[in-house]
T-cell receptor, first 115, second 114 residues
Framework: KQEVTQIPAALSVPEGENLVLNCSFT??????LQWFRQDPGKGLTSLLL?????REQTSGRLNASLDKSSGRSTLYIAASQPGDSATYLC??????????????FGQGTILTVHP | DAGVIQSPRHEVTEMGQEVTLRCKPI?????LFWYRQTMMRGLELLIY????????DSGMPEDRFSAKMPNASFSTLKIQPSEPRDSAVYFC????????????FGEGSWLTVV
């Protein structure tokens, strides 16, 4: 059974800092990995998607890396801003088998960026 | 496209009542997922459909929960009878594998059972 763990559970940083969020998964047979952002009282918004054959993806100040063999992904946020405050979740999509398409989520990292 | 549309956005109901949550996926998407989110357990997959066919319902907690997808543009999640421990946010999401692999979530249905 796939398990996804995110560290740290919560993070509070001053504006302008570069920061790293970590995600690890137990089963490396994944199709892809996604990072999401969830604002309070809202749904999830996909930030970055990395296919299993890729090593990283970038979008603006965000960079996500994937090391499938070791079961790890990191989300790097450069020059953090108060507007980045949200919960960040990673999710892996299983490859093959009868559960193709099934997503397993981590518990999330609650990020607070203070001015 | 308007995205994944869920209704109702908020519902408060009494224990024992039937609850029906509705979802309209993004047009052209072939996968539809129902998730439940609670503080204690995080996001849990309840059931998902591929081309309107249920593929994996192993996350459905009890027989009180049922889900249907009568056509490509509509799905329901029903709880009968509802219990206070069913209080959670229920998300619907969809993926269009021919378009890309990004999953799109609705805004959620916030259910409180008193």
């Amino acid at each position: 059974k796939q398990e996804v763990t995110q560290i740290p559970a919560a993070l509070s940083v001053p504006e302008g800092e570069n920061l790293v969020l970590n995600c690890s998964f137990t089963d490396s047979a994944i199709y892809n990995l996604q990072w999401f952002r969830q604002d309070p009282g809202k749904g999830l918004t996909s930030l970055l998607l990395i296919q299993s054959s890729q090593r990283e993806q970038t979008s603006g100040r965000l960079n996500a890396s994937l090391d499938k063999s070791s079961g790890r992904s990191t989300l790097y946020i450069a020059a953090s801003q108060p507007g980045d405050s949200a919960t960040y979740l990673c999710a892996v999509r299983r490859a093959g088998g009868t559960s193709y398409g099934k997503l397993t989520f981590g518990q999330g990292t609650i990020l607070t960026v203070h001015p | 496209d308007a995205g994944v549309i869920q209704s109702p956005r908020h519902e408060v109901t009494e224990m024992g009542q039937e609850v029906t949550l509705r979802c309209k996926p993004i047009s052209g998407h072939d996968y539809l997922f129902w998730y439940r989110q609670t503080m204690m357990r995080g996001l849990e997959l309840l059931i998902y459909f591929n081309n309107n066919v249920p593929i994996d319902d192993s996350g459905m907690p009890e027989d009180r929960f049922s889900a249907k997808m009568p056509n490509a543009s509509f799905s329901t999640l029903k709880i009968q009878p509802s219990e206070p421990r069913d209080s959670a946010v229920y998300f619907c999401a969809s993926i269009g594998t021919a378009i890309g692999n990004t999953i799109y979530f609705g805004e959620g249905s916030w259910l409180t059972v008193v």
